[in-house]
């Protein structure tokens, strides 16, 4: 399946090390389009142990993620308004 996961942490103190192994886990598993966006193909099995890593490391009570699932790619129509990242060539 193709997903789009989205997250925010919370600026305080301990923000910066959530930030950062959240970050960290979620390149394990998608590529990195946008500042606390990832995209790409996943499993099932793989969006659990994603999921179980990342409540291990989100803040419940500060921290966000989001997660957008679709079947395909091919059913989702990606637009770019402003900067358009060169690194991002192979996704179109």
């Known amino acids: 399946m193709y997903v789009v ?26 590529t990195h389009i946008q ?3 990832f995209e790409g193909e996943i499993t099932e099995g793989q969006i659990a142990k994603l999921n179980a890593e990342l409540n291990k490391l ?11 699932k679709s079947r395909n790619e091919k059913w989702l129509d990606k637009e770019f308004w402003g900067k358009r990242d060169d690194a991002l060539s192979n996704f179109f």
């Open 5 to 30: 996961l989205v997250y925010d942490i919370c600026g305080d103190e301990n923000g910066q090390r959530a930030l950062t192994r959240v970050f960290k886990t979620c390149k394990k598993y998608l």
């Open 35 to 37: 500042n606390s966006v």
């Open 58 to 68: 989100i803040r419940k009570d500060l921290d966000s993620v989001i997660i957008f």
